[in-house]
C-alpha cells in the first residue's frame, strides 16, 4: 500500500518548483501588462545613456510615455506569460492535493489537465513556425506607425523617442528601400547639442560610435558608409524579433517535454500499489 510513496514525493517537489514557476510567471506577465513604472526603470537603466545622447540638451524626456509605448508591444505577450502561469499555478496546485492525499482522481485531472496544456502548446509552436507573419505584422504596424509620426528627436515626443532608440540599436533607417516614411519629418532635428535644419532625413539615421557620438559627415553628406539610409528597417526589425521568438518557442518545447515526463511519471505513479 505504500509503494507509491517514493513517486508521490518526488510529484510534491516537482509540484513545488512548478508552483514557484508559475507564480514568477504572474508576477512576471502582470508587470509586462500593467507595470508602467517598471517598464519606465528598466527604459530608464538600459536606454538613458543612450536617449541622453539623442535627445537635446535640457529636454524633458517623456519616459512613462515611452514605457506606455513599449507596454503595447509587450501586453500581448504578458498576457501569455500571465495565464501561463495561472494555468502552471492551478495544476502544481492540483498535483500537490494528487499527491499528499494520495487520491487518484485528482492526479487523473492533473494528467489529463497537462496533456491538453501540451497539446495547446504544441498547437502554438505549429502555428508559429506555420505563419510567423502573423506576430511579426503587428510588431511592424507598431513599428510602422512610430515611423509615420516621428517629428524629430527635438520634439522628444513618444513616436520619436522609440524611433529613435530602435533605428541605432537595429543599425537601420527606415521602413522598406521605397519607403523611409518619415512623412511628419519637419526637416529640423537635434543630437544632444548639435540642431540642424534642412534635413532630408533624421539625424538618428546616421551611424555612430561607440560612444554614441554621430559621425561627422553623415548629417549633410550622408553615404551608405556614415549611415544607414540603404539599410531599411523592416528585415534586422524581423530578424531580431525572430531571434527572440525562436528562443520562446525552445522554451515552450523544452516545456512540453517536461509535461510529457510528468505524464509519464504520474501515470506510473496510480499504477504502482495505488491505495
Keep these: 500500500m505504500i509503494m ?15 508552483l514557484i514557476v508559475g507564480c514568477a510567471c504572474i508576477a512576471l506577465g502582470s508587470l509586462l501588462i500593467w507595470g508602467r513604472s517598471f517598464i519606465g526603470v528598466l527604459t530608464s537603466y538600459w536606454f ?11 529636454s524633458v524626456i517623456d519616459i512613462l510615455g515611452l514605457a506606455d509605448r513599449l507596454l503595447k508591444t509587450s501586453a500581448p505577450g504578458g498576457l501569455a506569460v500571465f495565464a501561463v502561469g495561472l494555468a502552471v499555478a492551478a495544476i502544481a496546485i492540483l498535483g500537490f492535493v494528487g499527491a499528499c492525499c494520495n487520491m487518484k482522481i485528482a492526479l487523473q ?17 505549429i502555428v508559429f513556425y506555420a505563419k510567423p507573419s502573423w506576430v511579426t505584422n503587428e510588431v511592424m504596424k507598431l513599428f510602422e506607425d512610430c515611423v509615420h509620426h516621428y517629428k524629430g528627436m527635438n520634439s522628444t515626443d513618444v513616436n520619436s523617442l522609440v524611433v529613435g532608440l530602435l533605428m ?5 533607417c527606415g521602413l ?8 511628419n519629418f519637419s526637416g529640423t532635428d537635434s543630437f544632444g547639442e548639435i540642431t540642424l535644419t534642412g534635413l532630408d532625413f533624421p539625424l ?4 555612430m560610435d561607440e560612444s554614441y557620438e554621430l559621425i561627422a559627415t553623415c548629417p ?3 553615404t551608405s558608409n556614415n549611415s544607414y539610409l540603404d539599410t531599411p528597417c523592416e528585415k534586422p526589425l524581423a530578424e531580431k524579433f525572430h531571434w527572440a521568438m525562436n528562443y520562446i518557442m525552445i522554451g515552450l ?13 504520474t501515470g506510473v505513479t496510480m499504477c504502482v500499489d495505488f491505495v
Design 4 to 18: 507509491n510513496i517514493p513517486c508521490r514525493i518526488v510529484l510534491f517537489a516537482i509540484n513545488m518548483v512548478a
Design 253 to 265: 518545447g523544452a516545456a512540453v517535454g517536461v509535461m510529457v515526463v510528468l505524464i509519464i511519471f
Design 168 to 172: 541605432p540599436i537595429l543599425k537601420c
Design 109 to 125: 485531472v492533473y494528467e489529463a489537465l497537462l496533456g491538453v496544456i501540451a497539446m495547446g502548446i504544441i498547437a502554438v509552436i
Design 204 to 207: 538618428v539615421c546616421c551611424k
Design 176 to 183: 522598406n528601400e521605397t519607403d523611409h516614411g518619415f512623412h
Design 48 to 58: 538613458m545613456p543612450l536617449i541622453q545622447k539623442i535627445a537635446p540638451v535640457g
Design 220 to 222: 549633410r553628406n550622408p
